[in-house]
C-alpha cells in the first residue's frame, strides 16, 4: 500500500508511544500482557487508518525506495519495526538498509535511512547500525577525497540538517529519546566534520510532537533525497546500474530565514538580522519594496545577495540601473516597431524576457532589482507595473493575435516575481508619490557606530560569489509563502489598536492610510510571525509603523511639528512625554521600559530635528 504518513499519523503514534512508554513504567504493560494491555491501541489505529504505525513508517521509506533506489541495487532493501519484538519498546522505526547477508538483524550492521517515532516526537535521516564500529571502513572511508565532498553537500544543500553524536553506551539513533539543539555539533569548517565523525554520528531532522509540520511526508522524502549521494557511497554497489535514476539536487525543503542570515555573514556582508528579517517579510507581503537610506550602506548588495542566494541561476534575476532620461515604460517593457510588421524590439537590459519566464515557470522565484529607482520620474516609467499590481489585469504590449519574436500580445504580473527598488536622495534625483509608496514597502538603512567599527576591525572583502544557489532548494517553499493568504496575526488585536491610534493622528496631516495598507500591515506581521517566532508584537509593529506608515508623512513646520510630537509619544511607554526625548542628546533607544517602538521613534526624531532647522521634513533623506 503506498501510504504516507502525515501530521495526524505522527501524532498518534506519538500517543501510542506515550501510553507504552507510562504501560511498561508502572508495570501493566508486559511480554506477557502485551497483546491485552496494549495490541488494542494498535488494532483502532488500524481501523482508523488501514494500517498499523510501524508499516505507514516502512511505506514512506517504500515511496522513496520504488522511485531513487530500487533500480540500484537488489541488496538494498528496507523493513520496518513496530512496538513489539524480541521485548517491548517505547517506539516505532523504519529504515531502508544494505543487506550484508547477516542472518539476523541484517539493518544494524549496515549505513541506514530511517524514521523513527517515539514519545517525544519524530526523528529522521541517516545513522549508522549498531554493530559498526569506528575501524569500520564504512565510517573511516567517510573522510577520504571521494565521499567527504558528499557529505559537506548534504549540509551545504540543507541548512536545517542537523549534525548530533550519540554516546558509545547507546544504541546509535537513540531510540527513546529526541536529541535537543543544546547536542547539535555546530560546523563552522570541515574540521568540525573530521574531528567529530564516528560510528556514532547523525545527520537527522527532528520534530518535538508540538512543532510538528503539516507536510512532514515532503521533509521526509527531501531529507533522503539530500542524503542519498552520501548514503551510496558508503556501501559496496560498484557501478549504478543502466537505467537508473539520475542525481537530484534540486529539493523542496521549507524557507528558513536563519539559513539565509547565516550565508550573508559567510558572505562577509554587513547586514543586521533584523534588517534582513524586515526586508525578506516585506517581500513576501508585497513584492514590492524600496531601500532607501544611506548611500553604500548595502541597499543594492542585499537586494542582490538574497536573489543570488536563493535562483538557481543568474536568469532568475536583473539588476537594471535606472536611467535619468526614462519617461516612458520602453526601458523595462520594449515596443512595437513601428517600420516592421510583427516585430517587438526587446529591450537590451532582459526585464521583458524576465518576466516572461517568471509566467512560465510559477514555482521559481524572479527578482526584477532597480537600482537609483527615483534618477527618472517612478511614476512615468513604472506606471504599468502599478496598476497591474492592484488590479491583476494584464500589461498590453502589441496588437497581434500571435506571439511577436517571442513576445505574447499582453502579459501578467505573477506572483512568483518581486521587484526590488534601491533609493538616494540628492539634487539629481526624484520625490515618490503617495501612490507609489502606498504599493510598496519603504526600509530605510542606516549604519550604527559600533556596525562601522566592527567592519573597520575586520577589513574582510564582500565576496556574494559564495552565495550562488546555497537557497535555491527553499525557492519553492518562498514562493508558496509569497501565495500563501491563510497567514495571520498572532496578536491582531493589539496591532489594530496601535494602527488606530496612528491613523487617527496622521489623518491630521492628510497622510493617513487606507484599506490597503492596513491588510498590508496586518499580512506584514502574520509573515514575521511566521518567519521568526522570536520577533515580538512591538518590534513587528515598530518595523510595520517605520516602512509602511512614516513614509508618508511630509510638509512644512506648520503643518507637522504637532503631529510628529503626538506620533512620537505614541511611539514611548505610558507616562514618557515626547518633549523630553527632543532636548536629549544622548537616548537609549534600547530601554523598553520607556521606548515601545524605537526604530520609529528614532525616525521621528530626525524628522523633527529637520523640521526645526529647515522648515519642512519628509522620510527620505539625503
Known sequence: KDMGINKEIVLETIDLCEKMAEGRKNGTITPSSYSLKFKPFIKKFKDKYSETPNLYLQNELKLFYQTHLEKLQTKIDYKSFGFWGRSIYNYTWSCIYYDFDKEAIPASYSPQLYILINKEGIKFGFCYGHYIN??????????????????????????????????KE??????????????????????????????????????????????ISEIIQNTNLNLKDFFLALLPIGSIKEGAPQKITNLNIPFNIISLTDSVKLSELYIP??????????LLTK????????????????????????????????????GADWTNREPLLGFPNALKHEEYVKPDNRVLDLIIEANKNENKPYFLILDEMNLSHVERYFADFLSVMES??????????????????????PKNLFIIGTVNIDETTYMFSPKVLDRASVIEFRVTAAEMESYLESNAEINLDDLKSEGRNMAGSFVELAKDTSLAASEEKVLNKTLMSFFVELKKTGAEFGYRSASEILRFAAVANKLDAAWSSSEITDAAIMQKLLPKVHGSRRKLEPVLKTLGTLCLQDGQKMEDYISKSEIDFADNTKIKYPISLEKILRMYQSLISNGFTSYAEA
Open 134 to 167: 569506528d575501524n569500520d571502513l564504512m565510517v573511516s572511508s567517510v573522510l577520504s577525497e571521494k565521499i567527504f565532498p558528499l557529505l559537506k553537500k548534504c549540509f551545504e544543500y540543507d541548512k536545517e540538517l542537523f549534525f548530533f553524536n550519540s554516546s
Open 170 to 215: 547507546e544504541v546509535t539513533a537513540r531510540p527513546e529519546k529526541l536529541f535537543g539543539a543544546n547536542e547539535r555539533i555546530i560546523i563552522n569548517s570541515d574540521n568540525d566534520i573530521r574531528n567529530n565523525w564516528s560510528s556514532s554520528s547523525l545527520l537527522i531532522k527532528e520534530f518535538p510532537k508540538d512543532s510538528i509540520p503539516e507536510n
Open 273 to 282: 538580522d533584523r534588517l534582513i528579517i524586515r526586508f525578506i517579510s516585506s
Open 287 to 322: 513584492p514590492f519594496v524600496i531601500l532607501t537610506g544611506l548611500s553604500g550602506s548595502g541597499k543594492t548588495k542585499l537586494a542582490q545577495a538574497f536573489a543570488m542566494w536563493i535562483c538557481e541561476n543568474d536568469n532568475q534575476y536583473c539588476i537594471v540601473p535606472v
Open 392 to 413: 491583476k489585469n494584464k500589461i498590453a504590449l502589441h496588437p497581434g493575435d500571435n506571439d511577436w519574436n517571442d513576445v505574447p500580445s499582453q502579459i501578467g504580473f
